[in-house]
Every structure is written in structure tokens, then in C-alpha cells.
């Protein structure tokens, strides 16, 4: 298959998203663990993959975080700030979640995107309808993928997600004038 033709496929699947979900750790922060000397984990943001998911939520994609991890602080605190109303951790069975989500707000898997990177995102991102990859994901992550964005995890990939889903929905430039005009806060 060529690539023109993966990527019409890729636009095509993302044009039905109604729901996008996401793991935090690994995808909107880098593989990374900053700890103290008392043992306190620290995590940093991409401050672009932020705007990418309010972008999704202004344009009326609903987003959720499905955490396998105990959530941080700094995960919660992002997930406030970004106004965001469904936030999981500790989340043993994605597919579970995803399925109450689904029930809740009336949709297919057909109507959800993932963005993954490890294994624990593997199962789900072979339900969905619009899989993506980070360019950082595991190999196994980007061979159920229909998109793998240039850009690593916590490191813009949350970010160019959005950007490809807008443009595949034809919002894309009018949100693009929205912001410049007025801002986003």
C-alpha cells in the first residue's frame, strides 16, 4: 500500500472521532521520571499536547485519560487545567473503560481515536477506530497503528494528533483563525 493511500485511509478514520483517549505517561509526557532525594516523582508536559486537547474539546471531541499508573499530581492538576471531565488511573482493563465511555456518550469504536506508545496501550488501540502511534512507541504499538506522528511522546505528539484530526474534519483553519484572533485560554 502506498503511503498516499495509508494516509487518505488514516484521514478518513480520523474524520469519525468523537472521542479521542489517551494514556498520560508516555504519551503526554516523555518517557521520563525525575525523582528527589525523598523518593517524589516529577513528571513534565508539553505544553503544545495541552493545547491539542483543549483544541479537540473547542472543536467538540470529547477526550478521556485512561492512566494505567497511580496518578501523580501533576497528572491531576493537568487534567483540571485542561478542564477535563473524565480522567481514569489505575485503570486495569482499558477496554472496560472504553466500553462504559462508549455507553455513556452513544458511540462505536468506529467514533474513538487513541494515541498509545507501550503495551498497555496495545489491546485498545486494536479496538478503536482510529489508532495512532508515537514515533517513540513500541513496535508493536506502531504495527495496529493507522497513524504514527513524527513527534515523541510528551514531546508534541498529543499535539500533531489534534492538528490532523482538525484538518481531516475541515476545521483545521477556522480554528487556526479563531485562536489568532481572540487566543485560547
Given at each position: 500500500?502506498?503511503?498516499e ?6 484521514k ?11 494514556d ?5 509526557t ?6 528527589d ?81 507501550e ?38 505528539a ?25 487566543g485560547?485560554?
Open positions: 500500500m502506498s503511503f493511500k495509508d494516509l487518505e485511509i488514516a478518513e478514520k480520523a474524520r469519525k472521532v468523537k472521542l479521542f483517549v489517551h498520560i505517561h508516555g504519551v503526554l516523555p518517557n521520563v521520571i525525575f525523582c532525594v525523598e523518593g517524589q516523582r516529577r513528571y513534565s508536559f508539553w505544553h503544545m499536547d495541552g493545547f491539542g486537547d483543549l483544541s479537540l474539546t473547542a472543536n467538540g471531541i470529547k477526550i478521556a485519560y485512561l492512566d494505567t499508573t497511580s496518578i501523580d499530581e501533576e497528572g491531576l492538576f493537568r487534567a483540571k487545567e485542561l478542564k477535563l471531565d473524565k480522567f481514569y488511573y489505575r485503570v486495569t482493563d482499558k477496554i472496560s473503560k472504553l466500553e462504559q465511555l462508549k455507553q455513556e456518550y452513544n458511540l462505536t469504536n468506529e467514533e474513538v481515536g487513541c494515541l498509545g506508545a503495551i498497555t496501550d496495545l489491546k485498545l488501540m486494536k479496538t478503536v477506530g482510529f489508532a495512532v502511534a508515537t514515533s517513540d512507541a513500541i513496535d508493536e504499538v506502531k504495527t495496529v497503528a493507522h497513524y504514527i506522528t513524527k513527534a515523541p511522546g510528551g514531546r508534541g498529543m499535539r500533531e494528533v489534534c492538528e490532523f484530526i482538525l484538518n481531516a474534519i475541515g476545521k483545521w483553519e477556522e480554528w487556526v483563525e479563531k485562536v489568532t484572533k481572540m485560547y485560554k
